[in-house]
């Protein structure tokens, strides 16, 4: 049963890997670093390594996003859904 878990984690990890990288879409591609990094958190869990994967969860998944969101809004790659409402129009 462990053994099936952590081969289903890893899939999931290989593929939010290639996704990234093949990913055109920022927002996209930070939504699947979001889940890459709390697939790693699981992965320290699995390697028994409490410490590390809370530092994961915290950092890779919680400070980093969010700076990569407030990047993503400065650059304007974010607009605000009343823009996009008048654009359509």
């Avoid at 990288?21 to 930070?30: A, G």
């Avoid at 790693?40 to 590390?52: A, E, G, R, T, Y």
């Avoid at 304007?76 to 859904?81: F, S, T, V």
Wanted: one cysteine or more; proline letters at 2%.
């Amino acid at each position: 049963m462990n053994n099936l878990f952590s081969v289903i984690v890893f899939s999931f990890l290989l593929v939010c890997a290639v996704a990234t990288c093949l990913s055109k879409n920022l927002l996209v591609t930070v939504i699947i670093y979001m889940a890459y990094s709390l697939l790693m958190s699981i992965v320290w869990i699995l390697l028994q390594s409490p410490d590390l994967a809370i530092t994961e969860a915290a950092v890779g998944a919680g400070v980093t996003s969010i700076l990569f969101f407030i990047t993503l809004k400065k650059i304007h790659a974010i607009r605000p859904e009343e823009e996009d409402r008048h654009e359509s129009k």
